[in-house]
């Protein structure tokens, strides 16, 4: 293994599970199979390399086995290209009989309770990490191991918490703050960490949000100034 800076990348859908047991096993590897073909398309063509899949999961990361000066606006930019895609890719499963009947009532039943049907959250983060190939005497991966991996796991799987879609680390934001719209999530206490990392949001591209979204990240940010102030009830309203 080689040590060098990158971006690593987590994603994953919401309550798979929940939507794995409207399908049989034969509908549910085509469903998968089309979600993940249309993600890996995006993250190769950003030049990210795809580690591993874990069921609906995807692992791969940014700057390696070749070497990017721009992994994290790559690594971002796939981000949301990503939901972009997914936003296609629900409007194609509107189609008639585009799903199987058990699923497509998952569906309506979500979307009565305002509920986004197959929500996919990711992880990105940049930093020192190794990368090559890992394993066995008899079986290897070429794949990436460190700290700055395993936040972005806990970054992906943390997003429960906060309904986002994207979510990455001040490494990977001050380097594409200029590019995107975005905003300051959290100070994320990392299980077997002493330092907090700071939790950034992505959202879109620079200057490609509604005007609700502008005006939402202006009061969210003059909250965000209070909270910070511990003025809790000026920041709450």
Not at 167 to 183: L, P
Request: include cysteine; charge should be negative; glycine fraction near 8%.
């Amino acid at each position: 293994g080689e040590e060098r800076v990158m971006s690593a990348f987590f994603s994953d859908i919401a309550a798979f599970s929940t939507i794995s047991e409207c399908l049989t096993p034969a509908e549910l590897v085509s469903f998968i199979n089309e979600y993940l073909s249309d993600m890996c398309d995006i993250i190769e063509a950003a030049g990210g390399t795809i580690d591993k899949f874990e069921g609906d999961a995807i692992v791969a990361f940014f700057g390696a086995p070749l070497y990017y000066d721009d992994h994290a606006v790559r690594g971002c930019m796939s981000c949301i290209d990503q939901q972009r895609a997914m936003i296609q890719l629900r409007e194609r499963w509107r189609g008639e009989k585009a799903l199987p009947p058990a699923l497509m009532q998952l569906r309506d039943r979500w979307d009565q309770q305002g509920r986004p049907f197959c929500h996919v959250r990711i992880g990105l983060t940049a930093g020192p990490m190794v990368v090559g190939n890992m394993g066995s005497r008899t079986r290897t991966d070429y794949t990436m191991m460190g700290d700055t991996v395993n936040l972005a796991a806990r970054f992906e799987s943390g997003q429960k918490i906060y309904g986002t879609g994207i979510m990455v680390n001040e490494a990977i934001y001050e380097q594409v703050s200029d590019q995107v719209e975005g905003r300051r999530l959290d100070f994320i206490q990392v299980m077997g960490k002493e330092e907090p990392a700071t939790a950034y949001e992505i959202l879109e591209r620079k200057g490609e949000i509604t005007q609700n979204q502008t005006d939402m990240l202006g009061l969210y940010q003059q909250g965000l100034e209070l909270y910070d102030k511990f003025e809790f009830a000026e920041a709450k309203a």
